[in-house]
């Protein structure tokens, strides 16, 4: 899927499917999926390395793994996130950024939130960089909503989402992320916008899904509610490690070539 597709997808009996990676291996299978595109998200600092939060993600962080990311994926495209505060230090700093996500291959840029970005978006947009917003439960946030809560739940605020939406089109973002909001609200937002809406955690009436890896696969932890895990990887990985470990402590591996 190219960044020209994503409008053309937009329709009644196609929806996109995106899914994150952050290293070669991973983002290699994934790569060869048939997922429609690959986000590197700032949700690295949590699964990867094993942060509480993505607010502890940094733009050298992002631009690492970025680059192991594209190295493996070839013809899908390649959404990094614009981590905590890197659209928050003035226009230099943001377009410093941007260009080491761009040099490390990222196609497009993934920004959360609008309050206060609206100039710093227009200008990435402008500078050719596409950008994908990002709007509702925005992880970057959670310090001031006080936790992972769904956001957009009384109508003041569901309004002011809607509105936020509109003005992310309007602006020249390519596609929304939606994150935990009400079914009914996400929706209403993506009937609203021409450009597509992936929810997560957002419910099914959206024009695409995004999932972090990890959850999909059972590998991180306990995933949210809404996350449908397509492997029990924790426990597959677990008892191929536990028959390694048996196998090598009873002399069964490797082979005996020799009596
Ligand atoms: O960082 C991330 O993984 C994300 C998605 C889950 C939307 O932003």
Do not use: W
């Not at 429609?36 to 690295?44: I, T």
């Amino acid at each position: 899927m190219k960044i020209t597709d994503f409008y053309k997808y937009k329709k009644p009996g196609r929806k996109i499917s995106m899914v994150t990676a952050y290293d070669y291996t991973l983002a290699a299978i994934a790569g060869a999926s048939a997922v429609d595109c690959v986000l590197v998200g700032d949700s690295l600092a949590m699964v990867m390395h094993g942060h509480e939060s993505t607010i502890a993600a940094t733009v050298d962080m992002m631009a690492l793994h970025t680059a192991a990311v594209t190295r493996a994926v070839k013809d899908k495209l390649v959404i990094a996130d614009m981590p905590f505060l890197s659209m928050r230090k003035g226009l230099a700093p943001a377009m410093n950024a941007v260009e080491k996500l761009a040099r490390a291959g990222a196609q497009a840029v993934k920004a959360e939130g609008l309050a206060g970005h609206e100039k710093i978006i227009s200008h990435i947009i402008k500078s050719d960089m596409p950008v994908m917003g990002h709007l509702g439960l925005t992880p970057q946030s959670i310090n001031k909503f006080g936790g992972y809560k769904a956001q957009g739940k009384d109508p003041a605020s569901a309004e002011k989402l809607a509105a936020q939406a509109l003005e992310l089109e309007r602006l020249g973002c390519f596609a929304l992320v939606l994150e935990c909001v009400p079914e009914d609200l996400a929706e209403k937002i993506t009937a609203s916008l021409k450009i597509p809406v992936i929810g997560i955690g957002a419910g099914p009436f959206t024009d695409g899904q995004v999932l972090v890896l990890q959850d999909l696969l059972g590998l991180y932890g306990e995933p949210p509610s809404f996350v449908k895990k397509y492997l029990d990887g924790r426990r597959l990985v677990t008892e191929a490690l536990d028959s390694f470990d048996r196998e090598v402590k009873s002399s069964v591996f490797p082979e005996r070539k020799r009596q």
